[in-house]
């Protein structure tokens, strides 16, 4: 207790001091996303006002030239993108969640959270350099020939595989988070009814955690939707709906990232980029509520 | 019958260690390319100075400028995430500890904003930006990198402070001690391993992000002097060099991705040798 007699301002002062800080600071945090929802809200109405929100969410057709102002195209490259990455890491983060968490020696688990804390820390940037360098001409050299086509490289697939990269960190944490929530007494009571480890795992295990493991899953999707610089260095950035894995496509981040440069110059093209931000923001908050609530509930129990 | 389920088991351990495997090997993959790359292109020049004449077409010069300006931007907006987010995240635990469905609600709202995308709040910075008078500056990016690192940082020194006893709390009470002195001494220096962690944390999602700062730190060949002059930061560097089709300035990317990247090595390694060094005085 000599760090409390060590305090030189009275001690009543500095109470009120800092409590009128954390209160400011407080204000502040709760204020702050319905500032960021408003003031995205303000800066789309030029476009909002224009046109119905349902016909820009419908329409294909984007040329900002024309006034024209169509989401579907890039709605769609980051519903597939995400939904690829998804297909590609889910099944890879579950297995060797339970692995990590049921099977393995503690010096591999260890080295797990090594490799996770890494993997979570590389900057998206860097992952976008490695698809560029390694992913891309796989796909465009090998992948694609051996199946009889032909792309580029900068394609959904690229966008893809490196986006489920990303979320693996993400999602793995998560899932051992859960799996490691079961209670051990479960686990003993299925065992000790014959059942082998295995067949424990399947019932028990994944049944308990069940909630949890839909929370975590849906955590890397929303990741995934909201990333930004990697994709936008694979993906190739075409506004057209993909018709294959291996055609461009065009993610709404990417769309706001790319065309800062000549948004200024064309009407309403700025009020289109907050719009999309607006889209994102809306999404992404709808979804990480829904996760949270059932993240809360997996605590609760 | 008892063979299937034998058989099942180890099918499905083998394909969990295939997996696990590949995921150790997909990281290997990853650090080796950056590694073997950046190697290749790094030079002492590279980290010793600003860009010269001619310098995207393959000439002289180094990228002191995306470097500095990084350290800068990450640094200011550490700072000012640590003013906002230390008294919040104190708060919810000695202040606000009764009122639990405030503090849900608040770590609920964390947890919401901590999904945001960073180029969400690139755009909102901005429109923010615009509202203010400011121009592409320092200043915009690290009030735009601030908003993006706060609730990183509140929530993971959260996830240390809540597992801070509560009889630590109560002996203090019971000597006379007010919250803030609860706060900031007692409750501080038990959870400062994760304090640490926290702001390291936040200082490594600043410094690699290049979503929020594209519209709002600007680019240029100077080390800022002023706060309100542009800024060139690391990933952007990384982004714009990298879409050059000069063979030399594609390479540069590949020098300063190795930068980026030993630079958020070093801090998960300081994070971690710091968290062991101050656990030892924790009651």
Redesign the interface.
């Known amino acids: 207790m000599a760090a409390l007699q060590s305090l030189r301002l009275p001690a009543k002062l500095t109470d009120r001091l800092s409590t009128g800080w954390l209160n400011f600071a407080v204000l502040f945090l709760i204020l702050l996303p319905l500032v960021i929802g408003v003031g995205l809200v303000i800066k789309s109405l030029p476009l909002l006002e224009q046109a119905s929100t349902w016909k820009m969410l419908s329409s294909a057709e984007f040329s900002p030239q024309q006034g024209h102002f169509g989401f579907y195209a890039f709605i769609m490259g980051s519903a597939l993108v995400t939904l690829l990455s998804f297909v590609l890491s889910a099944p890879v983060c579950l297995l060797a969640a339970i692995y990590l968490t049921e099977y393995s020696p503690a010096w591999l688990t260890q080295t797990m959270y090594f490799v996770i804390d890494v993997l979570a820390g590389i900057p998206s940037v860097v992952y976008g350099v490695w698809g560029v360098l390694v992913v891309v001409p796989l796909l465009a050299g090998y992948v694609a020939p051996a199946l009889g086509l032909s792309t580029t490289g900068y394609c959904l697939l690229s966008g893809g595989v490196v986006l489920a990269i990303m979320a693996v960190p993400y999602m793995l944490n998560m899932l051992m988070e859960v799996f490691r929530s079961v209670p051990v007494e479960l686990k003993e009571a299925s065992l000790s009814l014959g059942a082998t480890y295995w067949e424990t795992i399947k019932w028990v295990v994944l049944r308990k955690g069940i909630t949890g493991i839909i929370a975590a899953l849906s955590l890397g999707i929303s990741k995934a939707l909201g990333e930004t610089i990697a994709v936008l260095m694979v993906v190739g950035n075409v506004a057209k709906v993909p018709k294959s894995v291996f055609d461009a496509a065009y993610p709404l981040p990417a769309l706001i990232a790319n065309n800062y440069g000549d948004m200024m110059s064309v009407p309403l093209y700025d009020s289109a980029l907050m719009f999309a931000a607006l889209l994102l923001f809306v999404i992404i908050l709808v979804f990480n509520s829904i996760t949270n609530v059932l993240l809360s509930r997996v605590k609760e129990v | 019958m008892q063979n299937r ?2 058989l ?2 180890k099918f ?2 083998w ?3 295939l ?2 495997l ?3 090997l ?2 290997l ?3 080796g ?2 590694i073997k ?1 950046g190697f290749h292109a790094m030079t002492w020049e590279m980290i010793s100075q600003e860009p010269k004449g001619g310098f995207y077409f393959g000439k002289g010069g180094g990228i002191l400028n995306a470097i500095v300006g990084s350290l800068y931007l990450a640094l200011g907006s550490t700072f000012f995430g640590l ?3 230390l ?2 995240a ?2 919810m635990n000695v ?1 606000w500890i009764t009122k639990t469905r405030f503090v ?1 609600a ?1 770590r ?17 910075g901005f ?2 930006m615009a ?1 203010l008078g400011l121009r592409a500056s320092l200043l915009a990016g690290i009030i735009t990198v601030t ?1 993006f690192i ?2 990183i940082f ?1 929530r993971a020194f959260d996830e240390v402070l809540r597992t801070v006893p509560e009889g630590l709390m109560e002996a ?1 009470y019971s ?1 006379g ?5 609860i ?3 007692v409750f501080f ?1 038990q959870a400062l391993p994760g304090f640490i962690t926290a702001i390291l944390l936040a200082f ?1 999602r600043g ?5 929020s700062v ?2 709002t730190a600007g680019y240029t060949d100077h080390i800022p002097q002023t706060i309100q002059d542009p800024t060139a930061t690391l ?1 952007l560097a ?2 714009f060099q ?1 879409s050059s089709p000069i063979p030399e300035v594609k390479a540069r ?2 020098a300063a ?1 190795l930068i ?2 030993i630079i ?2 070093i ?2 390694v300081v994070s971690r040798l710091s968290t062991r060094r101050f656990k030892k005085n924790i009651l």
Not at chain 2, 207 to 211: C, F, Q, T
């Open positions: 389920k034998i099942e088991e499905f351990l394909l969990m260690r997996v696990t590949s995921i150790i997909v990281f993959f990853i650090m390319i950056i790359k003013l906002l987010g008294p919040v104190l708060g202040h849900g608040l609920f709202l964390l947890d919401a904003l901590w999904g945001v995308p960073s180029i969400v709040f690139g755009a909102f429109a923010l509202y908003l706060v609730p509140i203090a000597l001690a007010n919250k803030t002195q706060a900031f001494t220096r490594g410094i690699g992000d290049a979503a594209l519209f990933p990384i982004f990298l990317a590949y991705a980026l990247t958020i090595l801090i998960s």
